[in-house]
């Protein structure tokens, strides 16, 4: 119940293109919902965050949809381009269990010129 | 502001050693939280301090131990190593914990021979 379930697991598009990189969760208590990239050698940077009162967010290119009823969200990059290949980690945390977010598997992005 | 900063980058250990690793939180931010990233298990949440205090706990060995200074600049130990602590160590640190945005560092790279 404390796990999310994140796919796919790599995705390749073109430039231009609008990569989705869906996440599903089972336990409702969860309240918190951030996206994370990671860039090889470094750690994960906080991209968006989105928390289950709202349905959608978007910050630039990066716009996260929530589905509260599925138990689902996504993450959508507009515009994508080549400097955005990364990994992507969806995360997920209940406000009583402190800092302690649950991590997808991950999903590398490539974006081809 | 300068961001989470952690030491050293590299580590090499062999079975049965033990080692400690560092972690400066960002400036003002008194949550600091440890995970350890695996290819295979992906990121798992290890532990986290606020105020000097271990406010939660993941599913590892009891060789798994750290603390946190009056400064919240925290440690991180792990005593008789096995092969499988093999892994990118990461902290996040956040304001308050909670559901507040945790930001990582760069990690240390621990390898076990």
């Known amino acids: 119940q404390q796990q999310v379930k994140q796919s796919p697991q790599s995705l390749i598009v073109q430039k231009g293109g609008i990569p989705i990189i869906n996440c599903a969760y089972e336990?409702?208590?969860?309240?918190?919902f951030p996206w994370y990239q990671q860039f090889p050698g470094k750690g994960p940077a906080l991209l968006i965050a989105i928390r289950p009162d709202v349905s959608e967010k978007k910050e630039g290119r990066f716009t996260i949809s929530f589905n509260k009823s599925a138990k689902q969200f996504s993450l959508h990059i507009m515009d994508s381009q080549p400097g955005d290949s990364a990994t992507y980690f969806c995360a997920a945390s209940n406000n009583n269990q402190g800092g302690k977010l649950i991590f997808g598997q991950g999903t590398e992005l490539s974006v081809k010129p | 502001k300068a961001g989470v900063t952690q030491t050293p980058r590299y580590l090499i250990k062999t079975r049965g050693q033990q080692v400690t690793l560092s972690c400066s939180p960002i400036?003002?931010?008194?949550?600091v939280s440890w995970y350890q990233q695996t290819p295979g298990q992906g990121l798992q949440f290890l532990f986290e301090y606020f105020s000097e205090t271990q406010r939660n706990k993941g599913n590892f060995p009891g060789r798994f131990s750290g603390r946190q200074f009056s400064n919240s600049r925290s440690e991180m130990n792990v005593s008789t190593l096995e092969l499988g602590d093999s892994a990118l160590y990461l902290c996040a640190s956040s304001y308050g914990g909670g559901n507040q945005p945790q930001h990582f560092g760069d990690g240390t790279r621990l390898s076990i021979l």
């Open positions: 336990n409702t208590a969860f309240d918190y």
């Open positions: 400036s003002g931010h008194r949550s």
